[in-house]
């Protein structure tokens, strides 16, 4: 089997595509997995990291209102259209599965002219215009919110990485706590903003260090590469307050914690949940308010807290946060809740999905 994935620019295209990719390899070391990128994104360094071919089409974003640039798209949508569907040929692909982006709209468009199978997969409650686009062309639509707009959908949830996915966040709570320097049984809240927008976070967080101190609560803190805040060095032998500018290890990092603070991604909530870690969802106040109905059905169902970027003082901090995170009974219920909602199996589902599509296409062929 050949499998095609357009899933560039964002870490929430590629990781989806990826875990998918890591799936159909454990099933079948011998499957044939070409990525389509842009050189623009974070593809080239993720997808070759993890051992899978990158095919590069010119970048096409779309303009999201009228501009003269608008003028120019037609004309390099053709070319990135011909360009994914040479890779198409090349790959002789039984099938393309998208996950959104500006990658996957000509790999769409490319894989209806070479009459490829397609496959779309939704991360979001609001589908992005390349999927929109996309479903159009398929009856394959898999979404991770059961409530998708997009016709023909099939709730199958995100994929994730392995090391996420099968994370016992219990059992491995002592030895992460070590592998950060962290005590092994104080309450610990992790905190980290994601690749954008995590100033706020970094301040209010810091700004309320002293409060944490007072209140026997260690912080492991993921501040980010351009952070400028820093809190007071804590005394010997008290609550640690960790700061670390990045982490490649977020499986010891959930692990480590009882609490997150944190944004409100559609991955972010995705392994939260799949791990049971209850957060308390800062949704980035920017874009089209996707963040914050990610995190509502979480918090509606018991397993977070939300609250406003605006509202996210070290003030709500030491009235809301601090007294749900000293409570053990109430963080234990806030995990089950939070667990209830998540999904560890979506790379196996969607999997699935991909063999049943070409083992279709292929029968209706003879």
């Known amino acids: 089997?050949?499998?095609?994935?357009?899933?560039?620019?964002?870490?929430?295209?590629?990781?989806?595509?990826?875990?998918?990719?890591?799936?159909?390899r454990r099933n079948d070391p011998n499957v044939g997995i070409t990525c389509l990128g842009t050189e623009r994104g974070l593809e080239t360094r993720l997808v070759p990291q993890r051992g899978y071919e990158l095919a590069l089409i010119p970048p096409v974003p779309l303009p999201r209102r009228l501009t003269p640039q608008l003028l120019s798209v037609p004309?390099?949508?053709?070319g990135a259209i011909k360009a994914a569907a040479n890779i198409l040929d090349q790959a002789r692909a039984d099938v393309?599965?998208?996950?959104?982006?500006?990658v996957a709209t000509p790999g769409y468009l490319a894989a209806k002219r070479r009459k490829v199978p397609i496959i779309v997969h939704e991360a979001n409650p609001k589908p992005g215009l390349a999927n929109k686009l996309g479903a159009r062309f398929t009856d394959h639509v898999a979404v991770s919110h059961s409530d998708s707009p997009l016709p023909n959908a099939t709730f199958v949830g995100i994929p994730l990485r392995r090391e996420i996915a099968t994370l016992d966040r219990l059992a491995m709570g002592d030895k992460a706590r070590s592998y950060f320097g962290l005590l092994p049984d104080l309450p610990t809240l992790l905190i980290f903003g994601g690749s954008q927008g995590a100033r706020s976070l970094n301040r209010a967080a810091v700004a309320a260090a002293p409060a944490f101190r007072q209140a026997g609560i260690q912080v492991l803190h993921i501040v980010g590469p351009k952070?400028?805040?820093e809190p007071e060095p804590a005394g010997p032998g008290g609550p640690q307050y960790v700061t670390i500018p990045y982490c490649d290890r977020m499986d010891l990092a959930y692990a480590a914690a009882d609490m997150a603070m944190c944004r409100a991604g559609a991955m972010t909530c995705a392994e939260l949940?799949?791990?049971?870690?209850?957060?308390?969802?800062?949704?980035?106040?920017?874009g089209n308010g996707?963040?914050?109905?990610?995190?509502?059905?979480?918090?509606?169902?018991?397993?977070?807290?939300?609250?406003?970027?605006?509202?996210?003082?070290?003030?709500?901090?030491?009235?809301?946060?601090?007294?749900?995170?000293?409570?053990?009974?109430?963080?234990?219920?806030?995990?089950?809740a939070a667990g209830r909602m998540g999904r560890r199996d979506a790379d196996v589902a969607l999997a699935k999905m991909v063999y049943d599509v070409v083992r279709a296409a292929h029968q209706q062929q003879q």
């Open 290 to 336: 996707e963040q914050r109905l990610n995190a509502e059905p979480i918090v509606a169902a018991g397993g977070g807290l939300l609250v406003d970027d605006a509202e996210l003082t070290p003030e709500w901090i030491a009235h809301q946060l601090l007294p749900a995170l000293a409570d053990p009974s109430r963080v234990a219920q806030m995990s089950e």
């Open 75 to 78: 004309g390099r949508l053709n």
């Open 273 to 286: 949940t799949a791990v049971g870690l209850p957060a308390v969802y800062v949704p980035l106040p920017i």
């Open 96 to 102: 393309l599965v998208g996950f959104g982006g500006y």
């Open 227 to 229: 952070n400028t805040e």
């Open 1 to 24: 089997m050949r499998v095609v994935l357009a899933g560039g620019g964002t870490a929430g295209h590629i990781e989806p595509a990826l875990a998918l990719a890591d799936a159909l």
